[in-house]
């Protein structure tokens, strides 16, 4: 008597011979969906540095090699690109943001170092372009740095200049605008005054500045005033906080970058917490990333650098190290040591709770990254460092140093035997008057401000990161972001926006090969995603980026003049050049 087929059996054989009858089916399973030929695939990985071509089927590289061996994979369904020379890198990865902060400023202009109508206009009509009509404008305080430099040197009866509201106006029609002077003086333009339910002809107060001339409103405001129309201006909610990241991410996608470490929360669970200060300002809400996956829109990957203070937390959310997928992962904690200046802040609650947070974290198996400066509060939190690992014992960290701008060699060397990692932001560097840094801080200081090359030679593994958008008072312009434009940086120790510049301590560069790691593998390794991302190889998640030129074979300012033509995540082309 035969056995009577199963209902699994049936389903199996079903599925076969509907394989069989369909070699189309079979050749499209086989076949890659997008292959890369003709160019220079620099792949960052040692046992195969170099390629001609790249295939990709979904979200994965398939094939990496010669012309010849990849186009013969093609089927009839695959898109071809023709590099026709141009230069393909792993997929960029920016190991410290702050999209949130970004996010604020996607909606503002930043004005401090703005003087004249011109520039006004300028920044008034990109932002015009980026925001949706009808969403507020905002920004100052515009005349800052001019006022300063007034103070200190003339001219005696400096003014700052006022806006013209027709010009403002016409550059912005379809968007309510305030911007702050200096002085906490306010300018509106005329849909502000409207939005605001200001009566144009009957406003009669000296609150409100009108043209001697035609008795017309100006647009200018006394703080008061201005005041008043600020709490006018709506809460934001989860529909902007999309608009804006959408925008922020568009704008990452557009110099290459496919993930990102971000400094973010999850929102319960410091709901639960009462903080010492407040520390959340600049994290950003995982929700906002859960919200844009939902909606297919996540078209960068996150590695979430969640607050150390929270870490017993996590788990009651299902967040452990480890945790979390391809494009939302868990597994880092952030803290905040000491400030630009080097001193320590009230960002933290003692150094007492930071010890007891940062070993009973590791104990969990979490790894830790934090915010410090200068050599002192570097080698305090090696410190932290080194008595968690003897509680805790032996196990394989990624610990890092976030900024670490003045580290001495012997602490460089400590940190490099404890295997820790570096974030270094090269535009902070270049923030300052150079010459007036040596002076306040000593030539053997200076020497190793910055100390890239010696971080690298020291055993510390280093990433280029943008700390996206910078100052979170807003003291200063957006910080480089342009993974090409940290490259050059840390290649020739020079500010980007000033290439003419004499390098400042040129030994301490690095070279272009361990730039360009330091913004793919580097960032993947720090948050233990190398097996999946980092490098052009086969099985890989296939987040590439493709160079206008072949950086590699080019003089350092050619990265200065180089644009991305694609950028490629998981297989689909999420920004590609006009």
């Not at 002809?201 to 703080?223: I, Q, V």
């Not at 669970?269 to 407040?278: D, E, V």
């Not at 590695?303 to 452990?320: K, M, N, Q, S």
């Amino acid at each position: 008597m035969r056995p009577r087929p199963t209902f699994r059996s049936l389903t199996v054989g079903f599925l076969l011979s509907c394989v069989a009858a369909s070699p189309r089916a079979v050749a499209a399973a086989q076949t890659p969906d997008l292959i890369l030929h003709s160019g220079k695939i620099w792949t960052v990985d040692d046992r195969r540095p170099v390629a001609e071509a790249v295939a990709v089927k979904d979200d994965r590289i398939m094939k990496v090699g010669a012309n010849a061996e990849v186009l013969a994979l093609r089927g009839t369904d695959t898109r071809l690109v023709d590099l026709r020379g141009k230069l393909v890198l792993p997929g960029f990865n920016d190991a410290h943001t702050h999209i949130c902060n970004a996010v604020d400023w996607f909606f503002q202009v930043l004005l401090m170092e703005v003087d004249n109508q011109d520039d006004l206009l300028r920044l008034l009509r990109a932002a015009a372009a980026r925001v949706p009509p009808g969403m507020w404008i905002t920004g100052g305080d515009w005349a800052t740095f001019a006022w300063h430099a007034a103070q200190r040197t003339g001219p005696k009866g400096w003014q700052a200049f006022t806006p013209d509201l027709a010009a403002i106006d016409a550059a912005t029609p379809d968007h309510p605008v305030l911007l702050r002077r200096y002085d906490h003086h306010y300018f509106v333009n005329s849909a502000a005054l409207l939005r605001a339910r200001v009566d144009l002809e009957a406003a009669k107060s000296p609150d409100y500045e009108r043209d001697p001339a035609t008795g017309r409103l100006t647009g200018m405001l006394s703080p008061a005033a201005g005041e008043l129309v600020e709490r006018l201006l709506p809460p934001e909610t989860r529909a902007q906080q999309l608009i804006g990241a959408r925008g922020v991410l568009r704008e990452l996608n557009r110099v290459g970058i496919t993930s990102i470490h971000d400094i973010a929360r999850i929102d319960e669970s410091t709901q639960r917490h009462t903080l010492p200060t407040f520390i959340e300002r600049s994290y950003t809400d995982v929700a906002v990333y859960r919200a844009l996956r939902e909606r297919g829109e996540l078209t960068v990957r996150v590695h979430a650098l969640t607050p150390l203070v929270t870490w017993a937390d996590l788990a009651d959310f299902g967040i452990r190290p480890g945790s979390g997928d391809e494009f939302l992962s868990f597994g880092t904690l952030k803290e905040f040591i000491d400030n630009e200046a080097g001193k320590f802040t009230f960002r933290f609650e003692s150094e007492e709770a930071m010890q007891r947070n940062i070993t009973a974290a590791d104990g969990g198996g979490f790894d830790i990254g934090a915010h410090v400066i200068t050599d002192a509060s570097i080698k305090l939190l090696l410190d932290w460092y080194s008595t968690a690992f003897k509680v805790n014992g032996s196990r394989e960290r990624r610990f890092r140093l976030i900024h670490a701008w003045y580290a001495s060699p012997a602490t460089l060397a400590r940190a490099g035997a404890m295997n820790l990692i570096a974030d270094v932001t090269p535009f902070h560097l270049f923030r300052h008057d150079m010459a007036a840094l040596e002076r306040e801080i000593g030539p053997e200081r200076a020497r190793t401000a910055g100390a890239w090359r010696s971080m690298i030679d020291h055993g510390v593994r280093l990433n280029l990161v943008s700390d996206l958008p910078g100052s979170f008072q807003r003291t200063k312009g957006v910080n480089p972001y342009n993974p090409l434009q940290l490259m050059y940086s840390a290649v020739t120790r020079k500010d980007h926006r000033y290439p003419d510049m004499q390098p400042w301590h040129p030994e301490q560069a690095i070279t272009l090969e361990e730039a360009i790691r330091a913004c793919t593998i580097n960032p993947a390794y720090a948050s233990r995603e190398e097996k999946r991302k980092g490098t052009v190889a086969e099985g890989k998640l296939a987040d590439l980026v493709v160079l206008s030129k072949d950086i590699l074979s080019l003089p350092p300012e050619e990265l200065l003049r180089t644009d991305v033509v694609y950028t490629i995540m998981g297989g689909r082309i999420v920004y590609q050049a006009e």
